[in-house]
Nanobody, 127 residues
């Protein structure tokens, strides 16, 4: 049974940093692209960042508005993926989800392409 558990969310002031973690189990982690999505109240779930699985050469992908502020990383040995979020803004407020996929790189930003999801962790940024 695949499980993905996020942690690290919280309430912070604008400009602060948070580091989200996601622990995966029940899957061959190295075979999966790992990503973070977020969903704000009343909005659709959106892509935030992705880290491609080893061997694809694809590296990392980011939503334009977080590039330079957020960094995704993964530890294949520990089956974990992280999202370091710096210079947080109120518009970053959302529930953040980690997800895993074996999709081709062309679909890596599409939530429908992801097989497994965590339960989400709330990030609230106040001005």
């Amino acid at each position: 049974q695949v499980q993905m558990v996020e942690s690290g969310g919280g309430s912070v002031q604008a400009g602060a940093s948070l580091r989200l973690s996601c622990a995966a189990s029940g899957l061959t982690f190295r075979n999966y692209h790992m990503a973070w999505f977020r969903q704000a109240p009343g909005k659709e779930r959106e892509f935030v960042a992705a880290s491609t699985r080893p061997g694809t050469g694809g590296g990392t992908y980011y939503k334009e508005s977080v590039e330079g502020r957020f960094t995704i990383s993964r530890d294949n040995a520990k089956k974990m993926v992280f999202l370091q979020m710096n210079s947080l803004k109120p518009e970053d407020t959302a529930v953040y989800y980690c997800a895993s996929s074996t999709v081709a790189l062309s679909g890596i930003r599409q939530s429908k392409m992801y097989n497994y999801w965590g339960q989400g962790t709330q990030v609230t940024v106040s001005s």
